[in-house]
Nanobody
């Protein structure tokens, strides 16, 4: 059974950067599509970014394009989300997820989830 563990959340000011990481165990990582979702206070969880097993193909929600970059290291079974030019509306709990559908953009297609890490962006 796979386990996903996120790290790297925190409190930053608008315009600053954060890098989230997710370590995956118990799964053939290189064949899994990985994704990041976030849940803002009082809102439903939403897709942020996903990356194919080759580490080349990636998809982003429009609101983060040009600011966020998803990447993966198959040798270390990790997926990262580099978040630059953060905005207050990026605040939320960020979840790492794994699945086998491409692109991985819907919660129902995710087979495993991490516990989440809090990102707070102050104005």
């Amino acid at each position: 059974q796979e386990e996903l563990a996120e790290s790297g959340g925190g409190l930053v000011q608008a315009g600053e950067s954060l890098r989230l990481s997710c370590t995956v165990s118990g799964r053939t990582f290189a064949t899994a599509v990985m994704a990041w979702f976030r849940q803002a206070p009082g809102k439903e969880r939403q897709f942020v970014a996903s990356i194919f097993g080759d580490g080349v193909m990636a998809e982003y929600v429009d609101t983060v394009k040009g600011r966020f970059t998803i990447s993966r290291d198959n040798a270390k079974s990790t997926v990262s989300l580099q978040m630059d030019s953060l905005k207050p509306e990026d605040t939320g709990v960020y979840y790492c997820a794994a699945g086998y559908r491409w692109p991985l953009m819907k919660e129902e297609d995710c087979a495993a989830w991490g516990q989440g890490t809090q990102v707070t962006v102050s104005s």
